[in-house]
Antibody, heavy 121, light 111 residues
């Protein structure tokens, strides 16, 4: 059974930093693209970032480019999202998701329950 | 403003069929067969319902189907059931600087 467990969310001041983690199980982690997708309270889904199975290819939404860094440790089956220069508009539930492919992000067939990030003073 | 345009809401009675449209451009929906549809119930994580325009993941009811014409993709739900009431989102791979975009979401109400 595929399981994705996110952690690391919390309350942070504007301009602050936070690192999210997602531990995966139930599939061969290194074979798949992994993504972060967020949802602001009461709003729709917003794709944030993805990393290829090998970790070499990284992809970002324009809204987070230069502030967020995605990475993965295939030896620990763990996905990360390092977030810097956080803004109020980054407040959202951040989902970790497994893509169906290996190299390019396209669609996510399994999702975690999410971790809440709140940016506020 | 979302990159892909969906109607804010649709409704239908049990047993009926409904469609949800997802309009993009030649840089996303029209240019690639990488359109997906997700179902999200309140307080739950999204669930993949359709991938690559027309394909259903294992376990998804065959009442759900997808299609595409030009820059518009469509999700059709036939034999509407109360449990289908949820938010639905489309997404597409894009050739722009943000490789994946979502629609704004459509709230389906089963009357």
């Amino acid at each position: 059974e595929v399981q994705l467990l996110e952690s690391g969310g919390g309350l942070v001041q504007p301009g602050g930093s936070l690192r999210l983690s997602c531990v995966a199980s139930g599939f061969t982690f290194s074979n798949y693209v992994m993504s972060w997708i967020r949802q602001a309270p009461g709003k729709g889904l917003e794709w944030v970032s993805a990393v290829s199975g090998s970790g070499v290819g990284t992809f970002y939404a324009d809204s987070v480019k230069g502030r967020f860094t995605i990475s993965r440790d295939n030896s620990k089956n763990t996905l990360y999202l390092q977030m810097h220069s956080l803004r109020a508009e980054d407040t959202a539930l951040y989902y970790c998701a497994k893509d169906r492919g290996t190299i390019l992000p396209a669609d996510c067939d399994f999702w975690g329950r999410g971790t809440l990030v709140t940016v506020s003073s | 403003q979302s990159a892909l345009t969906q109607p804010a809401s649709v409704s239908g009675s049990p047993g009926q069929s409904i469609t949800i449209s997802c309009t993009g451009t030649s840089s996303d929906v029209g240019g690639y067969n990488y359109v997906s549809w997700y179902q999200q119930h309140p307080g739950k994580a999204p669930k993949l319902m359709i991938y690559d325009v027309t394909n259903r993941p294992s376990g998804v009811s065959n009442r759900f189907s997808g299609s595409k014409s030009g820059n518009t993709a469509t999700l059709t739900i036939s034999g509407l059931q109360a449990e289908d009431e949820a938010d639905y989102y489309c997404s597409s791979y894009t050739s722009t600087s943000t490789p994946v975009v979502f629609g704004g979401g459509t709230k389906l109400t089963v009357l």
